[in-house]
C-alpha cells in the first residue's frame, strides 16, 4: 500500500524558517509529479507548490520568492523549504503526488496526512 508520510511542521515567528519533506512508500511505484498544498481554517485547500518528475517547479504568487520546493528522486521525497514565514501561511500543509503502481499500471493521487504549520505574529 503506497503512502505519503510528511515530517517537518510545528511553530515559529513571524520571519522564521521550516522545511517539510513528504515521502513516499510502500511497493513497487515510479512517482510523477508531486506538490504542495495548504488548508487555512475555514478555507479551501489551495496549491503552494509543484515540482514535475525533471524538476520544474511552478508557484502560487503568496509563496514566491520565499518559499522552494525540491525533490530527491532516489529517496522518492519531496520538500518544501519555507522562509520568511508570515501568520498569513498558517495552515495544515499537505503533500501530494501522482503515483504510477507498476503491478497494477495505474497512476493515481495520493496525499500525505497533513502537518500544521503555525506562525506567530
Keep these: 500500500q503506497v503512502q505519503l508520510v510528511e515530517s517537518g511542521g510545528g511553530l515559529v515567528q513571524t520571519g522564521g524558517s521550516l522545511r517539510l ?3 513516499a512508500s510502500g511497493g513497487f511505484f515510479v512517482v ?5 498544498y495548504r488548508q487555512a481554517p ?9 515540482i514535475t518528475s525533471d524538476g520544474r517547479e511552478n508557484y502560487d504568487d503568496s509563496v ?4 522552494t520546493i525540491s525533490r530527491d528522486n532516489a529517496k522518492n521525497t519531496v520538500y518544501l523549504q519555507m ?3 508570515k501568520p498569513e501561511d498558517t495552515a495544515v ?10 503491478v497494477i499500471r495505474r497512476t493515481d493521487d495520493y496525499w500525505g496526512q497533513g ?5 506567530s505574529s
Design 21 to 23: 519533506s513528504c515521502t
Design 32 to 36: 510523477n509529479d508531486m506538490g504542495w
Design 42 to 50: 475555514g478555507k479551501q485547500r489551495e496549491v503552494v507548490a509543484r
Design 64 to 67: 514566491k520568492g520565499r518559499f
Design 83 to 85: 522562509n520568511s514565514l
Design 93 to 102: 500543509y499537505y503533500c501530494q503526488a501522482k503515483i504510477f503502481r507498476v
Design 115 to 119: 502537518t500544521q504549520v503555525t506562525v
